[in-house]
């Protein structure tokens, strides 16, 4: 659980850009990684990064 923490962590730090990612960003973050959405989502929370321009409520 911790690792893929790690992993989820790292690609939305880098994803980000002025601590903002797009929903579409953060589905394909999910995606790549094999993880549920709302694992990005929690991240994003984690280190305090906007997920914008929800297209599915999912955030």
Known sequence: ME?????IDEAVRKAADD??????????IAGELEVPVCDVG???DRLGVKIYGCE????
Do not use: M, P, W, Y
Request: aromatic share 4%; net charge positive; hydrophobic share 35%.
């Open 3 to 7: 690792d893929k923490n790690v992993r």
């Open 19 to 28: 601590n903002r990612i797009s929903c579409t960003v953060a589905r394909g």
């Open 56 to 59: 599915l409520g999912c955030f």
């Open 42 to 44: 929690e991240a994003a």
